[in-house]
């Protein structure tokens, strides 16, 4: 089974609910997962991210289209209002399947 996989064991976290999101710097998003793993998203590849499927085509993403107005934690996901009024909802085992840090990527 691979690691973060989200296997919910009784009487502990769902490890795939976040239970933090913070900011980190000044570009780029910062989740902390119930299981310890720490995630990092920068805004302009998060907004390429986006299951709406138009901005996964901006490359480069637009820096007026690559900030965040409002971030959200709800049931479903954690929701980005960009600046452009564009609403993404990145339900949470989806984002976390979107980490690319070494662990998640097999150290690539």
Do not use: N
């Not at 720490?38 to 480069?60: E, K, M, N, V």
């Amino acid at each position: 089974m691979k690691k973060g996989s989200g296997l919910k064991i009784l009487g502990q976290p769902d490890p795939g609910v976040p239970k933090d999101v913070h900011l980190v710097g000044r570009y780029a998003l910062g989740v902390d997962w119930a299981d310890d793993h720490g995630s990092i998203y920068p805004f302009d590849r998060l907004r390429r991210d986006c299951a709406c499927g138009q901005c996964g085509t901006l490359d480069p993403v637009p820096a007026e289209m690559a900030w965040p107005e409002d971030i959200k934690r709800t049931a479903e996901g954690l929701r980005v209002t960009w600046v452009d009024q564009h609403t993404s909802l990145y339900a949470y085992a989806d984002l976390r399947a979107l980490c690319r840090c070494a662990g998640c990527t097999g150290g690539h």
